[in-house]
């Protein structure tokens, strides 16, 4: 299948940059190289973001940090608000270039709503951790926060949103805790061993939300056969049950097997096969409504060029098979900026082994934490959490 695709992208992007940190935006140029060379990028609708205005900013963030934003923007001696930490340092210009990756998530939210595209990507976004008013995990100003509430704004009644990086998507659930019209499902290494410390099973929603907020809480090690059994057993029926207009899937790929901050052992293939089923799961559902950001990812060369090109491609209907050579120019131009070390030579890594499906009662350590999200949300999105059909 042929799919519009629209994707947020120009080197501006590059301007958010912590400086010595994991979060380096290299991993954003590298690929956009890689998908160049690859051909992918000619399939998409390029478009160059906007920022995001102070009104747009406004619905998802407090005045007051939006001011402490600004002004550590222009001191680097700032403090406060979660800023001037390890986490989010401070730097010249922070302030624009947050907005500009805000911007850029409610403009692929908006081209693709308004029917320019099919699908839209912003490679850029996927800053799932800030809050309404502070600065957490590498996120300044939260673009999925601004990219759903757009999509409401615009006129959609219900909005389903998948989080697949490795850590909670901790600042978009807290946006929706309370909001029915929202579902967040997140999966995520088991927070008891892995920042930001929340998205346990038992965190569902609050008030007419309940059933809304989906964690399921991995244990480290879980690799692309489990993570996928897990996926399988609780995002599409529950993505189903609760009916939405619209898709929006935050893609982080921290959770494969070499990424530095976190303990999940995921390859490539295992990624792509995720964004492969989101991409199915909006088709059948959402009527191709789908909007996809990027996230994590601290692999800045053998993990996310790969997988973000892979979910790029995807979004176009045309995939790119995973024992297609790198192009000589992609890795000719990591050795002209000094790369040495063992570099990919194909688009994946080894193939997915075949996925056992989940099953009532399974025993150990993560069929236990599926059957506790399966419990603890699936009888109020009217499905049976002991039934493998739903
Ligand atoms: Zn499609
Ligand atoms: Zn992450």
Redesign the pocket.
């Known amino acids: 299948m042929d799919c519009r695709t629209g994707a947020i992208w120009d080197e501006r992007y590059l301007a958010y940059d912590f400086g010595d940190h994991p979060l380096n935006p290299v991993r954003l140029d590298l690929t956009i190289r890689l998908a160049r060379e690859l051909g992918v990028l000619d399939r998409l609708d390029v478009t160059a973001p906007v920022p995001a205005d102070e009104v747009q900013l406004l619905t998802v963030h407090d005045a007051d940090y939006l001011a402490a934003v600004r002004r550590a923007s222009d001191d680097p001696t700032f403090s406060g608000f979660g800023l001037g930490t390890s986490d989010d340092p401070v730097f010249p210009g922070m302030y624009e270039a947050s907005a500009l990756v805000a911007g850029g998530s409610a403009q692929a939210a908006l081209r693709m709503w308004n029917g320019e595209v099919d699908h839209a990507v912003n490679i850029a976004g996927g800053l799932h951790h800030a809050m309404q008013g502070y600065a957490s995990g590498f996120c300044i100003f939260n673009d999925v926060v601004l990219a759903i509430r757009t999509l409401l704004a615009a006129g959609a009644k219900k909005v389903a949103y998948v989080d697949i ?3 909670h998507g901790d600042g978009v659930q807290a946006a929706f805790y309370d909001d029915p019209r929202v579902l967040t499902i997140s999966l995520h290494q088991d927070p008891r061993t892995l920042f930001p410390g929340t998205g346990l099973a038992s965190e569902i929603g609050s008030g007419t939300a309940e059933g809304t907020a989906v964690n399921v809480a991995l244990p480290p090690g879980t690799d692309d056969v489990g993570w996928l059994r897990a996926f399988r057993a609780v995002v599409p029926s529950a993505v189903r049950a609760f009916g939405p207009d619209v898709l929006v899937t935050q893609c ?1 790929c ?1 959770t494969h097997h070499e990424d530095p901050l ?1 303990n999940l052992e995921l390859t490539v293939d295992g990624q792509r096969t995720a964004i492969t089923e989101l991409h199915r799961l909006a088709h059948e559902i959402t009527g191709g409504k789908w909007v996809a950001f990027g ?2 990812g601290y692999g800045l060369i053998r993990c996310v060029p790969r997988t973000w090109t892979h979910l790029l491609a995807e979004a176009t209907g045309r995939t790119v098979p995973a024992d297609a050579a790198i192009p000589p120019g992609w890795i000719e131009h990591l050795r002209s900026r000094g790369v040495r070390g063992e570099l990919p030579a194909t688009m994946g890594e080894r193939p997915v082994p075949e996925v056992r499906a989940w099953e009532p009662g399974g025993e150990g350590w993560l069929d236990g934490a599926i059957g506790a999200t399966r419990r603890a949300v699936f009888p109020l999105l009217g499905l049976d959490p002991d039934d493998p059909r739903d």
Request: charged share 25%.
């Open positions: 990086d490795v850590h982080g921290d976190a996230g994590g």
